[in-house]
T-cell receptor, first 111, second 115 residues
Framework: AQSVAQPEDQVNVAEGNPLTVKCTYSVSGNPYLFWYVQYPNRGLQFLLKYITGDNLVKGSYGFEAEFNKSQTSFHLKKPSALVSDSALYFCAVRASNRLAFGKGNQVVVIP | ETGVTQSPTHLIKTRGQQVTLRCSSQSGHNTVSWYQQALGQGPQFIFQYYREEENGRGNFPPRFSGLQFPNYSSELNVNALELDDSALYLC??????????????FGPGTRLTVL
């Protein structure tokens, strides 16, 4: 079965420092991977997806993600974190017609 | 904003009651998926509707049912509410089935509390 794992519960980072949120995946076949962000009491906002091609995917709000097939990882990155990036981040993998989500990572950006 | 709307925003029910949640999909999208997000968890897939037909279901009991209308809006119905049904219910719309690369766009959710 298709699944993702987000090994960290919370990521703390100082404003202006690089931000990395980790995700590993387990799939049979080609991986179709997604990142979403959720602000308090809000739905999920799409950030980016990997389908095929370039291993570095660029998305919304300055985020990018690096696909690594040998390490089965799809880590989300931002070169310089903002306080407004504080939110809950979800990695997901396409499983047939549905998305299978990880448990989420709380990101706290410290001013 | 995605253009996906959900109503109501919040809802409080008691055990045993029934509830209906509504979703309007983004313009041009004919597929709607419903997810349940319990507190502190990632969203869990309930089911998907494509052109008014159910197109896949997650591990949820039959008291969770749905509808899709000709305008592609959708309803989620839950009968015989249980305390564990308290969650954020998310609706997502997408362009169509058959394309595994398709992106699902989520609405703001309905917060259901069962007392």
């Amino acid at each position: 079965a298709q699944s993702v794992a987000q090994p960290e519960d919370q990521v703390n980072v100082a404003e202006g420092n690089p931000l990395t949120v980790k995700c590993t995946y387990s799939v049979s076949g080609n991986p179709y991977l997604f990142w979403y962000v959720q602000y308090p009491n809000r739905g999920l906002q799409f950030l980016l997806k990997y389908i095929t091609g370039d291993n570095l995917v660029k998305g919304s709000y300055g985020f990018e993600a690096e696909f690594n097939k040998s390490q089965t990882s799809f880590h989300l990155k931002k070169p310089s974190a903002l306080v407004s990036d504080s939110a809950l981040y979800f990695c997901a993998v396409r499983a047939s017609n549905r998305l299978a989500f990880g448990k989420g990572n709380q990101v706290v950006v410290i001013p | 904003e995605t253009g996906v709307t959900q109503s109501p925003t919040h809802l409080i029910k008691t055990r045993g009651q029934q509830v209906t949640l509504r979703c309007s999909s983004q313009s041009g999208h004919n597929t709607v998926s419903w997810y349940q997000q319990a507190l502190g968890q990632g969203p869990q897939f309930i089911f998907q509707y494509y052109r008014e037909e159910e197109n896949g279901r997650g591990n949820f009991p039959p008291r969770f049912s749905g509808l899709q209308f000709p305008n592609y809006s959708s309803e989620l119905n839950v009968n015989a509410l249980e305390l564990d049904d308290s969650a954020l219910y998310l609706c997502a719309s997408s362009l169509g089935v058959g394309d595994v690369t398709d992106t699902q766009y989520f609405g703001p959710g309905t917060r259901l509390t069962v007392l």
